[in-house]
């Protein structure tokens, strides 16, 4: 059963939505495309991420919805092929855009706790990520949400990208990057007042989410604060419809 504040988000749709969900292999990523699979106002969704053909599970939803469910490989870090994915999509037009990548520890990459710890590399891979993609993202959808109905471009950011809520310090490249995503698609939303008057530009913090990006820091995380997948892209979801 959907939730009726979710309803409200293609209520006004002229035609069934057409949705792209980029990070779809990630624990987030993952549960929302579920969820948006089981929106009846959904017509197609296409689930994307850098090896969504390896992904066990994107593979699975799509062999369970071969008709509403596209499973397609795009690097959010490269700027040719987000283009590409736009160019490939089904159709001429998108309704909802959700971007849920982030990269926050890897095999040789750690959040910085001093200033010591700052490296380029480092710098330029948090930013390719959490920074310039969804920018990028944005420049390559940003043409197919520009239509008489509502749209919306929503992307994954954090709390720790705030520089007022800074008390902590630490994670020096994660923080700044998340600023910086904001900074970008705030102006980006000031443009589009003007070239996409249906469109709304959302940045979301879905909180302490127990996937991959979140499971070695999840130690200190208070009790009732840790979210379940499914539970933060409904959260997710509710959010984007209330605010449209």
Known sequence: MTSPIVNHLFANLNEPAQVLVIGASGGIGLALTMQLLGHPGVAHVTAA??????????????E???????????????????????????????HLVINATGLLHGSELAPEKTLSAVTEVNLQQVFAVNAFGPILLAQ?????????????????????GSI???????????????????????????ECRRTHPRLSIQ??????????????????????????????????????????
């Open 164 to 190: 007022s809520d800074n008390r902590l310090g630490g994670w020096y490249a994660y923080r700044a990057a998340k600023t910086a995503q904001n900074q970008l698609l705030k102006t980006a939303s000031i």
């Open 64 to 94: 369970a919805h071969p008709a509403r469910l596209t499973v397609t490989n795009a690097d959010i870090t490269n700027s040719a092929s987000l283009q590409a994915l736009a160019a490939s999509l089904v159709t001429p037009s998108l």
């Open 140 to 160: 390559a959808m940003l043409p197919l949400m520009r239509h008489n109905t509502s749209a919306v471009f929503a992307s994954l950011s954090a709390r720790v």
């Open 49 to 62: 991420a850098r090896h969504a053909d390896s992904s066990t599970a994107l593979v699975a939803l799509a």
């Open 203 to 244: 940045l979301l913090h879905p909180g302490t989410v127990d996937s991959a990006l979140s499971r070695p820091f999840q130690r200190g995380v208070a009790e009732g604060k840790l979210f379940d997948p499914a539970r933060a892209a409904a959260q997710l979801l509710t959010v984007i419809a209330t605010a449209t």
